[in-house]
């Protein structure tokens, strides 16, 4: 396979619509064809940069009556990414809030106070967010189903930032970056989408049915236009599968559909979930 094949390919593999959220249900004006081109644009920004020092912001709540936490799905693909950004000798942060920086930082060191995760920590050349829920028309942050979640959310993390490339991952409408598509796109899709749907734009806009499987296509994209390949526990299941089973008991983070502390994504069983990043490592291996 070329470049340009390997790269048609791992994005195939993450645009597909497990959860049925309506990514294209108009098969001509969707939000799969409304971002053609962002994907392999996103890989080459960061492959391509003279210096790469990349932050990476998640983080989306999930109300329930004794407070919000946060969903497995963000968090994940953060420190995927963090992990290959490492392995490609790349800088890398991760942002959000306190659940998420103590799962992640046990996650990668087994100490989440010494995991580099405050903003100052670095100047990025380039700004990552991953499953992060951002304002609508009304300034308010929602969840699909139309629940409020502003007041869980540091406002901080949203910020756009000024001179540096963007990137925007997302499931759903309602995330940081989805305000590069249409609303009028996002209405005939999402249900909900008139009311949920987040006005930030990014410069590059990543849509997977997944957001973690849009991190995954990420790494992998750099990989490739790199010329680099992969350690083998990167892109492998059980290990990917520890990971989050350590992340949902030090968050604790909880499934974004179910909202059980469960280690799940979106619902989907381990199988069904691991599907893409068997996909992609053949891809890479090819």
């Not at 004794?66 to 969903?71: D, S, V, Y």
């Amino acid at each position: 396979m070329t470049t340009d094949e390997k790269l048609a390919a791992i994005l195939a593999t993450v645009q597909t619509d497990p959860g049925n959220r309506g990514l294209a249900r108009d098969p001509d004006d969707n939000l799969f064809t409304a971002t053609k081109g962002d994907f392999q644009a996103a890989c080459r920004s960061i492959a391509e940069a003279a210096s790469r020092r990349v932050q990476i912001l998640t983080g989306f709540a999930i109300p329930h009556e004794h407070g919000a936490t946060f969903e497995t799905d963000g968090p994940l693909g953060a420190v995927f990414l963090y992990r290959a950004f490492h392995q490609l000798e790349a800088g890398a942060n991760i942002v959000g809030e306190g659940p998420i920086i103590r799962a992640a930082g046990i996650a990668v060191t087994g100490f989440a106070r010494d995991f580099p995760f405050a903003p100052e920590y670095m100047v990025p050349t380039h700004v990552v967010w991953i499953e992060r829920a951002g304002p609508a028309a009304d300034g308010k942050h929602y969840t699909m189903r139309g629940r409020d979640t502003t007041g869980f959310l540091d406002s901080r993390y949203g910020t756009k930032y000024a001179d540096t490339p963007t990137i925007g991952i997302g499931d759903g409408g309602n995330e940081i970056g989805m305000g590069k598509i249409p609303h009028e796109t996002i209405v005939k899709n999402i249900p909900n989408g008139d009311l949920i749907h987040c006005r930030v734009p990014t410069d590059h806009l990543i849509v997977a049915g997944v957001s973690n499987w849009g991190a995954y296509a990420l790494a992998a994209g750099i990989f490739v236009l790199r010329g680099v390949k992969p350690p083998t526990d990167l892109f492998d299941p059980d290990r990917e599968r520890q990971i989050l089973e350590v992340m949902v008991r030090e968050g604790p983070l909880v499934d974004g559909v179910t909202g059980q502390q469960t280690a799940t994504v979106d619902g989907l069983t381990w199988d069904e979930y691991a599907k893409p990043l068997v996909r992609i490592r053949e891809i890479l291996e090819s």
